[in-house]
């Protein structure tokens, strides 16, 4: 088992930045990939961002240039996001993988006004 627990977020105007952490607990021995999804009013869950446990990333065409994904550790994930727009609100949420089955957090709201 893995729980997973997502900081940051919250209010930005566009063109500002905010930072996202997960940290993770439990069976960290057993996390591979770890990654960012989003989830906007009225869509489907979309994936930002996603890092290997060999440190190789892989980022949305959306927000490529603008965010970065990058492990601190085994078990915690940042999303540092850039130059944000409107279209980036919506809740975020961290995910990993484990013996072959994706936890995920609780999700983190986040909000860019124009």
């Known amino acids: 088992q893995v729980q997973l627990v997502e900081s940051g977020g919250g209010l930005a105007q566009a063109g500002e930045s905010l930072g996202l952490s997960c940290a993770a607990s439990?069976?960290?021995?057993?996390?591979?990939?770890m990654g960012w999804y989003r989830q906007a009013l009225g869509k489907q869950r979309e994936l930002v961002a996603n890092i290997n446990r060999y440190g190789t990333t892989m980022y949305a065409d959306a927000v490529k240039g603008r965010f970065t994904i990058w492990r601190q550790s085994r078990s915690t994930v940042h999303l540092q996001m850039n130059s944000l727009n409107a279209e980036d609100t919506a809740v975020y949420f961290c995910d990993a993988v484990a013996m072959g089955r994706t936890y995920w957090g609780q999700g983190t709201q986040v909000t860019v006004s124009l």
């Open positions: 439990g069976s960290l021995f057993s996390i591979t990939d």
